[in-house]
């Protein structure tokens, strides 16, 4: 099959750099909306001021709760986000000189998600006085009643979409709620937290907290390596303001000022530091801090983030580390499955629903979400992997593509189906559902039906975005190092990526499945470029007969025994002739 590569289309027209950022990445920050340089200024200076709706009741709470040295709970999510969000509030509160803070995080598998009333009466036993939601709390209706009716306190901490009714809580800090003026919509929960925080350490220095106690406020800054991690692996959008956060939090990592979890867990995944970029935090530390909340109990993960000595942190990184190699077999399993049953429907290309749902009762609730993921980049399609919750019940997990936001599509669906749905919530690209095991049926094909009424055929034919084709002179390391200092890039502010055809000098396969290229571009077949592209076909490649293939790569700077080279990073590749 031909790629589909669509070039980007920068408004040139629009641009006003000054001569000192180059003319290619002119090109690439005008297809991403940045035409000035201060559309680039990344300094702190340039961090929206914390205007979110619910900080001063949130403020004013924790003050009391810090100078009264009552007992603060923080109660997290079993994700990256959510462990990263736990880690600053356990950090921050305790440099705040908060004697009696803890964290909870529900177990997926014994609770479910957020501030169940289950979890409150686990929180209960504690006696705190109040409760400080993370990465969680704007669904959670029951579990805010029953903190209430317990006498506990509790301010709200999220970024999830809401529903129609919010929380009886004392403070909701979520700029995602009706009449939050804060401009940035897309805030990670770690971001939130972060927000929050830093508006309370104004809160205690105007209570002369700190001058109470001779202590010198805590710089928020220190802090910006967790909310960069959290931000990063939780894929939210890097807006401005995001893209802020996370390159002020990788240029402490590279400076050797973030927390020893983090670097245990960059060692772990074999990352240098020093080099690190936002895609490190995202395919390395990320996965490795999930598979705590998938197959285990993500307390791990934020002891992790939270450990002061380098020992401490490396132990719990490798336990963290043998966890995502299980998480990995396992899906792997699972994706061969799900691809069989795909097989076994026989279904044609044309024929295949726009919306898929896949199901085995032997699946691991924990990690249906990155099976979902992996069917959804293959068959280029929104796709909801299930699996046993308890006898009456399925738990799903399901991503999207682009243009078709997954959470208003179940919210069709739960109205089309009445009582199928349990409960659901999530994003536009990816969301969580539980449903009766009977309602199985007739969920799949109002899911697929609702996709297909809803959306434009086009959105199913998978297109590679292109910022061009690069000449000869641009092909150069000093270009590679230049666009990845031109990070961070991530989710709505992707890497450069390139297209064009080269001559095949040379292929051969390393690490079983990778393989090991050095091109030449056509005009100048002198110039001998090494490449890479992971995890091929081997009954495709390597193709003795190819003399010429068009490429879909990105630049990088390949770092090896003290040596650097120019080395492209192939994501797409086909024969020419």
Request: aromatic share 6%; hydrophobic share 45%; proline share 6%.
């Amino acid at each position: 099959m031909s790629l589909i590569i669509q070039r980007r289309q920068p408004a040139l027209d629009k641009v006003g750099f000054s001569d000192a950022v180059p003319s290619l990445l002119q090109r690439i920050y005008a297809s991403r909306g940045l035409f000035k340089d201060e559309d680039c200024d990344l300094s702190l200076s340039r961090l929206l001021p914390p205007t979110c709706k619910g900080l001063d009741e949130a403020v004013s709470r924790l003050v009391d709760a810090i100078t009264l040295q009552q007992k603060i709970l923080i109660v997290g999510d079993f994700d990256a986000d959510g462990a990263t969000s736990s880690a600053l509030g356990l950090r921050v509160l305790r440099a705040f000189g908060a004697e009696r803070v803890d964290f909870l995080v529900p177990n997926r598998f014994e609770y479910g998600y957020g501030l169940s009333p289950e979890i409150v009466d686990v929180a209960a036993q504690s006696n705190p006085d109040l409760i400080v939601t993370v990465d969680n709390g704007i669904s959670s209706i029951a579990g805010v009643a029953a903190a209430n009716a317990c006498g506990i306190d509790v301010v709200v901490t999220d970024h999830h979409l809401p529903g129609d009714e919010l929380p009886d809580a004392l403070a909701i800090v979520n700029p995602n709620q009706p009449g939050c003026p804060f401009p940035s919509k897309a805030l990670a929960g770690v971001g939130v937290m972060f927000y929050l925080l830093s508006a309370l350490r104004a809160g205690l220095t105007a209570a002369g907290w700190f001058k109470k106690r001779a202590i010198a406020p805590p710089r928020m800054a220190d802090y910006l390596d967790l909310v960069a991690l959290g931000t990063v692996a939780d894929v939210v959008p890097l807006d401005h303001n995001n893209r802020i956060l996370v390159a002020q939090g990788i240029r402490r990592i590279r400076a050797g000022m973030a927390s020893p979890g983090i670097y245990a867990l960059l060692e772990v995944g074999r990352r240098d530091p020093t080099h690190l970029q936002a895609a490190d935090l995202g395919f390395v530390v990320g996965p490795r801090l999930n598979a705590a909340g998938r197959l285990d109990d993500m307390s791990l993960g934020i002891r992790c983030l939270v450990a002061d000595s380098a020992d401490e942190a490396r132990r719990l990184a490798s336990e963290l580390d043998s966890l995502n190699r299980e998480r990995r077999e396992i899906e792997q399993g699972m994706q061969q499955e799900a691809l069989r049953h795909l097989e076994n429907l026989q279904l044609d290309a044309d024929k295949m629903p726009l919306g898929l749902t896949l199901h085995d009762d032997t699946w691991h609730p924990g990690v249906v979400g990155l099976v979902a993921s992996r069917i959804k980049e293959r068959f280029h399609r929104p796709v909801i992997a299930f699996a046993p919750e308890d006898n009456d019940t399925v738990k799903g997990s399901g991503r999207s593509i682009a243009g078709i936001h997954l959470r208003d599509v179940l919210d069709l669906v739960n109205k089309r189906c009445p009582g199928a749905i349990i409960k659901f919530g999530g994003h536009a690209m990816a969301a969580g559902l539980s449903l009766h095991r009977a309602a199985l049926d007739e969920f799949s094909h109002a899911f697929a039906s609702t996709i297909a009424e809803q959306s434009d055929p086009e959105l199913f034919e998978a297109r590679l975005s292109s910022d061009g084709e690069l000449h000869a002179g641009e092909l150069t390391q000093s270009m590679a190092q230049s666009l990845l200092d031109a990070g961070p890039w991530g989710q709505h502010f992707p890497e450069p990526r390139f297209d064009g055809e080269f001559l095949l000098i040379n292929q051969r396969i390393v690490g079983e499945k990778h393989l090991k290229l050095v091109v030449a571009p056509e005009s100048s077949p002198q110039k001998a470029i090494d490449a890479i592209a992971f995890n091929i076909d081997p009954d495709v490649w390597p193709n003795p007969d190819a003399r010429r293939v068009r490429l879909y790569y990105a630049l990088d700077v390949n770092r090896f025994r003290g040596t650097e080279q120019l080395q492209l990073m192939v994501q797409s590749l086909e024969v020419m002739d």
